[in-house]
């Protein structure tokens, strides 16, 4: 079973008076793409946000494969990886130095670590420019590096396979 099924119920959000996220509902099953629309403002990015554990909710549910995500806020950190919408990567480090330095933050142990930095190059085509400064990268290449900085956690292994599969040809 695939550890990203979603479930969300009721989901609120409150800044003040101001309802950014006006009680909406939703699942995403084994196997589903699913796009997040609306125009700006309408509180996608809230959303995300609360999905990964970087808001709070006002009220609702929120479960990933049937945990709750606001009880066990910390367990479903390691589980999921987030893309932000804004680039996070430091351009003043190498592609690798930005991978090390996510898995040190996962506590990965360092065997395995280096393994999955090497892992996350090779699939995402970034090996011969592992040890390059960032800022010397393309945009899609900044781009890819930072969904290898999503997909470095524990189970990388199953997107990252998918990942090259429908991306990578």
Same mark, same amino acid.
């Given at each position: 079973?695939?550890?990203?099924?979603?479930?969300?119920?009721?989901?609120?959000?409150?800044?003040?008076?101001?309802?950014?996220?006006?009680?909406?509902?939703?699942?995403?099953?084994?196997?589903?793409?699913?796009?997040?629309?609306?125009?700006?403002? #309408?509180?996608?990015?809230?959303?995300?946000?609360?999905?990964?554990?970087?808001?709070?909710?006002?009220?609702?549910?929120?479960?990933?494969?049937?945990?709750?995500?606001?009880?066990?806020?910390?367990?479903?950190?390691?589980?999921?990886?987030?893309?932000?919408?804004?680039?996070? #990567?430091?351009?003043?480090?190498?592609?690798?130095?930005?991978?090390?330095?996510?898995?040190?933050?996962?506590?990965?142990?360092?065997?395995?670590?280096?393994?999955?930095?090497?892992?996350?190059?090779?699939?995402?085509?970034?090996?011969? #420019?592992?040890?390059?400064?960032?800022?010397?990268?393309?945009?899609?290449?900044?781009?890819?590096?930072?969904?290898?900085? #999503?997909?470095?956690?524990?189970?990388?292994?199953?997107?990252?396979?998918?990942?090259?599969?429908?991306?990578?040809?």
């Amino acid at each position: 079973m695939c550890l990203f099924l979603l479930e969300v119920k009721n989901l609120r959000k409150f800044f003040g008076k101001y309802e950014a996220v006006a009680g909406i509902s939703f699942t995403i099953n084994e196997g589903e793409v699913f796009g997040l629309l609306g125009p700006n403002g #309408a509180g996608k990015t809230t959303t995300i946000r609360m999905i990964t554990t970087l808001l709070p909710p006002t009220s609702g549910e929120i479960k990933i494969e049937g945990i709750n995500v606001i009880k066990n806020g910390g367990y479903i950190r390691n589980l999921i990886g987030y893309v932000p919408q804004a680039l996070s #990567a430091d351009s003043t480090l190498t592609g690798y130095e930005n991978l090390l330095i996510v898995a040190k933050l996962l506590r990965l142990p360092k065997k395995e670590r280096e393994e999955r930095i090497n892992h996350i190059l090779d699939i995402l085509n970034l090996s011969e #420019a592992a040890n390059r400064i960032v800022k010397e990268y393309s945009g899609g290449m900044v781009r890819k590096l930072e969904i290898g900085q #999503a997909l470095i956690h524990k189970s990388s292994e199953l997107y990252c396979r998918t990942f090259k599969r429908i991306f990578i040809k």
